[in-house]
């Protein structure tokens, strides 16, 4: 059983610029979730992907934006990165029906943005 | 809006020592809780769950009880090891919501 893997592991972007993380989820997962987690603090929702659809979004802008593609696959996309970006993103999967709350994490993509 | 709220870090303790890592919630709802546990170089594991009033949830010797009347899920182990040092996480997730809300995490850390 394949886990949940994420690309990069690390990355640093310079304010202005664009990012994209990738998560690919665990075997039999059809639902995934991105967490930002600030230094020091716990996971905060980003927003969740089920059917290749939004199903659910966190207080993040809209310059935070996602996909989930038919394989389960998914992407996180960040634009215009400000300071505050600077945090580990986590991707979770999960099974739609099982109980809500267990995920499986990834290790992260840690971005820093100077 | 719902919240949880962690003991602060970080802890230190002694091997075989007791351990008691205090979380409380807010919540519309009943929720589900959860604890999970962030090993250095890994990404967060589930620990364990409770999903109503009065369960237990327990893994590896840890332990936590869904209080309903002190809104609390407190994480106990009764005697630590080394390879328990990492951050714990207690989470909570209301019935058919898309997402968890975490508290901000304790970092333990054992001494042998």
């Known amino acids: 059983e394949t886990g949940v893997t994420q690309s990069p592991t690390h990355l640093i972007k310079t304010r202005g610029q664009q990012v994209t993380l990738r998560c690919s989820s665990q075997?039999?997962?059809?639902?995934v979730s991105w967490y930002q987690q600030a230094l020091g603090q716990g996971p905060q929702f980003i927003f969740q992907?089920?059917?290749?659809?939004?199903?659910g979004r966190g207080n993040f802008p809209p310059r935070f934006s996602g996909l989930q593609f038919p394989n389960y696959s998914s992407e996180l996309n960040v634009n215009a990165l400000e300071l505050d970006d600077s945090a580990l993103y986590l991707c979770?999967?999960?099974?739609?029906?099982?109980?809500?709350?267990?995920?499986?994490f990834g290790e992260g993509s840690r971005l820093t943005v100077l | 809006g719902d919240s949880v709220t962690q003991m602060e870090g970080p802890v230190t303790l002694s091997e075989e020592a007791f351990l008691t890592i205090n979380c409380t919630y807010t919540?519309?709802?009943?929720?589900?809780l959860f604890w999970y546990v962030q090993y250095p170089g890994e990404g967060l594991q589930l620990l364990l769950k409770?999903?109503?009033?009065?369960d237990k949830g327990s893994n590896k010797g840890f332990e936590a009880t869904y209080r309903k009347e002190t809104t609390s899920f407190h994480l106990e182990k009764g005697s630590v090891q080394v390879s328990d040092s990492a951050v714990y996480f207690c989470?909570?997730?209301?019935?058919?919501?898309?997402?968890?809300?975490f508290g901000q995490g304790t970092r333990l850390t054992i001494n042998p």
């Open positions: 992907y089920y059917r290749e659809e939004e199903n």
């Open positions: 989470a909570l997730a209301l019935k058919g919501a898309q997402k968890l809300v």
């Open positions: 409770a999903t109503k009033a009065d």
């Open positions: 075997s039999g997962h059809n639902t």
């Open positions: 979770a999967s999960s099974l739609a029906g099982t109980t809500t709350g267990e995920l499986f």
């Open positions: 919540a519309t709802g009943y929720p589900s």
